[in-house]
């Protein structure tokens, strides 16, 4: 665990939130039980066709679990950086939870059903709904992460955030913006495509690689030109 704050830290961020508190302990129970409702069987096979059914479910569950790891650092970091424990906070994290449990056996259904395991969909119609199904769960997932960093933003004088920390929460801001405005791209593309192509809406996910880069980069930046200046009462725009 030092050594993932260690990570989290390289930026010249200092970690507020080491200490275990009842949010993350709470959050990590939701994210622990919606691993669980992703395992491929809670029973052990007993013939080799219970074997091989087993099989056909764990690239589903491998990528469904990969997609969860990536929510659950993304919330790690947050309160490793803040600790906030404010109620906007409180009731932000809530609604997360929320969305991350409710989406759990769609997200595990379409993956199951785009990689070709059993899965069954009849219509057209269905590919469409699917799609938006997703798309419309990770912009909220990720509405509500740039709503969290907009909150400590809101904090920044109580959180007394270094003009570093400053110019980095907003760059962390906008990076989760991002990913919600992508989502709702992959809406949009989604509505106006034909329902047997919609699918293809998902290709605008690649986008979130190229505003990622960009900010990193921001993100580095800013880290080597602040990390040692004195403090200046400045405050860079959200």
Known sequence: MQALNHHIAKDGFRLRGTQMSRIDGFSDVVFGFALTLIVVSLDVPKTFTDLHNLLRGFFPFAVTFLMLMLVWFTHYKFFRRYGTHDMG????NGLL??????YVYPL???FAAFLGTGVVIDTPAQVRELTLLYAVGFTAIYLIFSAMYANSWRQRDRLELTPLERRLTAIYFWEELGDALVGL???LLALLLPPDKSTLATMAFMLI???KTILGRKAAAATRLLQHAPVDPGQPDM
């Open 108 to 110: 595990k259904f379409m």
């Open 209 to 211: 690689a190229i505003h």
């Open 89 to 92: 906070t409180i009731w932000l």
């Open 185 to 187: 791209i992959v809406i």
């Open 97 to 102: 939870l929320f969305c991350v449990l409710f």
